[in-house]
Structures are given as C-alpha cells and as structure tokens.
C-alpha cells in the first residue's frame, strides 16, 4: 500500500461546478500538506500549502486537512476549463525534508 | 527573477551515454531538491541541498546519479551509463525554507534510446 493514495481519475465536470479532490494518507506523522496542479509537460505549480487540521482558502481554492480521518480535499469552485489539468497532493512530516506525493487527480473541465 | 530554470527541457540520449542537466533556481532561495517523474505517477525525491551542502540522497539513487551545487547557486545533476529505465522527466525545485512550498521548474524530459 502506498503511503499517500490518489484516484487517478479522469474526472470530468462542466464548466461552473464545485470540484472535490482528495487524498487519503497513512502516516500519522505528516504535518505540513500541499496541493500542487500541473500542466502537460510542465513542473508541478504549488496552490496550496497548510500546517496540521484545518480549513485554508485562497480565491476559488479551499484546503482541508482532517488529520484525525488521514484525509485531505482540495475544493475548486466556479471551475474553469484553464483548471482543467492534473492535481498532486504532497505532505511531509516535520523532521524530514522529502516530500511524499499521492499520483495526482486528472481533472478535466468541459466548457 | 522568472523563476527556477533548467536546461536543456529535453534530451535524448542513447544507452551508455552520460548526461547533464542545469538547474538555476530562483536566487534566494537557499533549498534546492531534485526530483524524478514518470508518467502517471507523481514526483520521486532524488536529493536535497540546502546551500552548497548535499544534506540527503535517495536510497533509491544508484551510483550512476550524482548532484553537486557549487557556491550555493546553480545546481548540475549527472547520470553515468545511462539505461532506458532512466527515461523520465527530471524537476528541479527550490525553497527559502523547511516551511515553505517548493517552486519547481518546468523539468528536463529525458529520453533513452
């Protein structure tokens, strides 16, 4: 069993509707949890970043952690066919500097 | 600063063959990773720095793979013999902090034939 699991997806929503991707992890040890998009044949572009439990929004971004369940989500509201790419959620623990990364989430807006 | 840079964006090289790729990250940033990515999968970490010193390697990464990053800047990283197994998209990312998300580069995608 991998340490951080993802659907692979495709998912494919219209334009304008609520996206929920998520992941679900095993070790109890991770603190800090990243959402990061990219694009075809580019690096992966940080879009979120948050530290333990909690809820952090950005524009039409919410981030949820739920340590106590090992599960995070990230929201995208009024999507838009520019959103339309692949999602990796990333998390680490605090004494460690690797970065441990679920598959990524391919997400596909239709106009 | 238009963010972290690396060269060449692709290579392809044949089997046996030695290659170098360059990663200039963004200039205040004293964290630089190296990580590798096949398809379908995400990254996989190779190495950390955090100026000039190389503070962690993958156990994953054979011999064949070193990094160096000279005077704290720039950062080469090199595969000797190359193999087919090699082929992937290696990224280059960099951070001010243990705290802070990395930005990566767009990455060297590398082809062995």
């Known amino acids: 069993q991998k340490e951080v699991e993802q659907d692979p997806g495709p998912l494919s929503v219209p334009e304008g509707a609520i996206v929920s991707l998520n992941c679900t992890y095993s070790?109890?040890?991770?603190?800090?949890f990243m959402w990061y998009r990219q694009y075809s044949r580019k690096g992966p572009e940080l879009l979120m970043y948050?530290?333990s439990s909690g809820n952090k929004e950005d524009g039409r971004f919410t981030a949820q952690v739920d340590k106590s369940s090992k599960y995070i989500s990230l929201f995208i509201r009024d999507s838009q066919p520019s959103d339309s790419a692949t999602y990796l959620c990333?998390?680490?623990?605090?004494?460690?500097?690797?970065?441990?990364w679920g598959a990524g989430t391919k997400l596909i807006i239709k106009p | 600063d238009t963010g972290v840079s690396q060269n060449p964006r692709h290579k392809i090289t044949k089997r046996g063959q030695n290659v170098t790729f360059r990663c200039d990250p963004i200039?205040?940033?004293?964290?630089l990773y190296w990580y590798r990515q096949t398809l379908g999968q995400g990254p996989e970490f190779l190495t950390y720095?955090?100026?000039?010193?190389?503070?962690?390697k993958s156990r994953l990464l054979s011999d064949r793979f070193s990094a160096e990053r000279p005077k704290g800047s720039f950062s080469t990283l090199e595969i000797q013999r190359t193999e087919q197994g090699d082929s992937a998209m290696y990224l280059c990312?960099?951070?001010?902090?243990?705290?802070?998300?990395?930005?990566f580069g767009s990455g060297t995608r590398l082809t062995v034939v």
């Open positions: 948050t530290y």
């Open positions: 070790n109890s040890a991770f603190q800090y």
């Open positions: 990312a960099s951070a001010t902090g243990p705290n802070y998300g990395y930005t």
């Open positions: 720095f955090q100026n000039e010193a190389q503070l962690e």
């Open positions: 200039s205040e940033h004293n964290r």
């Open positions: 990333a998390m680490r623990g605090d004494s460690n500097y690797q970065l441990i």
